[in-house]
């Protein structure tokens, strides 16, 4: 039974809302974007439909494109190497997939399996496993189910591949990121393939239908000619962070992530205080100059252009750029223990407790 | 039809032939050594087989330890992951191996596939893909004779693994080379997966009778109290380079292998000299004092400790060590345009052409 159906012009606010849930990561709305449009001229629209219309014995497999976003705007995907990974998958299984699953909001991996789902005429779930992007593989609701992430397969542009099984989603995240690397910084995957029975409990539902509602309201605000901060933080239940201009942007693509951190002078309501966020793929922490943390991960930390109201990915901040910043409240399950073991400030070096940002005060 | 049959007796000479030939790489014999020998007493001996009476459409498959030696010393192999390499390239495959392969010449390379066949009853064909040991993967005779390294299975002692598919044989290296890295230095691999007439065409013929042969010699040697140098330089065509004592060594681990330098102050016939080696697992070039070089890959540099006649491992040199030197010419194929282009000086970095060691000039 078909949720709904996405033809060629739902694309754009699907790219929209997944740049802003991905939180500064995700790669490039436009690359993925014009994929999935592609695909879908080819090919015909992409039913999503319900979790709970998927069988429990169904093949549920999860495509996307993993590496730094900073390689991904110039090493450009061949278009079919998500396929490729999905086929070889179904191979070693031996047994065809019967819907995809996005596993992470993000400007390519909310609508690469747009592409994909549209060549094989698979579905896709809506749901996915972050409700947001994070910048490692074990960290999605799945792991925290006990749905392992093999067995994966990675392929690259120029047509190697190969099919990993590990013995934790760590070690896959390990040995995928070290290929990865190798195969120049960012490679398409097939992975988690999981029953309909394990995707019922290990995905966060309805996040692409709620990807799709942030991209129209990021569209519908900004026909009429408002910043979408307001009517954004009202839906998703955030805060506004603070609003400045980028006065420096310290970039390293090491480990085969996009880190960084970015410092900005606060403008209107937030003139005279300065912003620091940093990120890795995605943004994790933004303080100011006080030292006190204005949200941090699993937390969104959500960036648009103060003047255009479209969302920023970490690699589009450069000197001069005014942004806004948004911070939103993660699912549930990434407040739990388990969930800030995966994806807390402290795995990422942060010596500090995660408070929710619906607590935190106001600076200004 | 066997050719011969190896009991855990002859693992001795075995192990000591393919360390001297694995010119100071291919792991350390002594751990090889006991793994072959505790896989036939358990499994009992393991027939060595003529390349000739191979039938043409068998599966023979190579299987080998993969990394940096230095590594191999201290993170030993669990003792079933080359097994495990070998099935889950069988049940890639959806065949079941027919024969098995040395990759190399080498401590453990000479001895670890001893191990395997020992375990799994199949029978080790009397050749490899070096007649000694090289660095790389792709360096092997089946490169040369267009056989693929891919599918090639990886596995390390903690259960993780991959299957890999690859477009040329030097990304088999890199991609398997970065996995290698990530899963602590060290891996087991099962690779160039071939048909008995691809095998025929591209294997060095009689080498694993020749490295028994060679560690025999050194058996013999060392019993009659007397160092082997000549008696191998006489039965290899090869000559003596320098005895010397380890002044200085250089050691670093960088991208997986183990890279380095030795300085040697000249003794005996070589007193008043210095000399150096340099290496990429395996010795890549020996050059005196005044500039010469005495020996070059892809012709082999070959150690023997020079009190007790044993052969050196890169990893084994360290200070005050006294060490010979012996140059052995390389088997034909590795002299042609296409050899010298995998394994040539150029290839390395050294800015030289190869000259044969034969035609060298002695320096004292």
Known sequence: ?????????????????????????????????LMAKAAIAEHGPVDVIDVGDVSDDALCVPVAMMGA???MVEKLPRGDEANEALRQLETFLGRKADA???????????????????????PLVDGDGMGRAFPELQMVSFTMHGIAATPMVIADEKGNSSVINTISNQWTERIARAQ????????????????????????????????????????AERKAHRNPVEALTARLGGRRLFTGRVVDIERRTTGGFARGKATLKGMDADVGHTFSVEFQNE?????????????????????????????????????????????????????????LGLVGPGYFGYDQAFVPVESIEAVT
């Not at 103060?306 to 939103?328: H, I, K, M, N, Y």
């Open 180 to 219: 990865t690397v190798e195969m120049g910084g960012a490679a398409l995957v097939a992975l988690y393939p999981m029953s309909g029975a394990q995707m019922k409990k290990g995905i966060l539902r309805n996040t692409l239908s709620f990807v799709r509602e942030v991209g129209e309201t990021i569209e």
């Open 283 to 339: 943004f994790l922490i933004a303080r100011d100059d006080a030292g006190n943390t204005l949200a941090t991960t699993p937390d969104l930390i959500c960036a648009l252009d103060a003047d255009g109201g479209l969302p920023v990915t970490t690699e589009q901040l450069r000197f001069g750029l005014a942004v806004s910043f948004v911070g939103v409240p993660s699912d549930p399950q990434w407040r739990t223990e388990a969930g």
């Open 69 to 71: 976003p900073t390689v």
């Open 1 to 33: 039974m078909t949720k709904f159906t996405v033809s060629a012009g739902e694309m754009d606010a699907i790219a929209l809302g997944g740049a802003f849930l991905g939180t500064g990561g995700g790669g490039d709305p436009h690359i993925g974007k």
């Open 100 to 122: 995809l699953i996005c596993i992470e909001a993000g400007g390519l991996n909310s609508t690469i399996p747009f592409a994909v789902a549209a060549a094989t005429g698979l």
